[in-house]
């Protein structure tokens, strides 16, 4: 399983505005067929980070993952938001296993 921690910083004004388009982003991406799962974690002492959990079933899945309508119209909408640049953390998922 591969697992990518993408750890955002969002201009305060603007963490409204990421919620949303960050909820229709999972929606969709939850759906993929390689996806294990896609969670939003907001940090309760600072509301405007975020760390976006997305695993999926191989490095496969995670490529075709940003190659979807969704993830693309999310990542041009919330370019702006962006307090300073997103950064993605890649993992290998051990546990659970998912073959």
Do not use: C
Request: glycine share 6%.
């Amino acid at each position: 399983m591969q697992v990518t921690l993408v750890h955002v910083r969002v201009k305060p004004d603007q963490v409204d505005a990421f919620i949303e388009a960050t909820r229709e982003n999972h929606e969709h991406s939850v759906l993929e067929g390689g996806n294990v799962r896609f969670d939003v974690l907001q940090d309760p002492q600072d509301k405007s980070r975020f760390v976006l959990y997305e695993a999926y079933v191989g490095a496969q899945g995670a490529m075709a993952h940003k190659e979807t309508e969704h993830y693309l119209k999310w990542r041009e909408r919330v370019a702006e938001m962006m307090a300073e640049p997103r950064r993605g953390e890649t993992l290998d998922g051990l546990f659970p296993r998912v073959d």
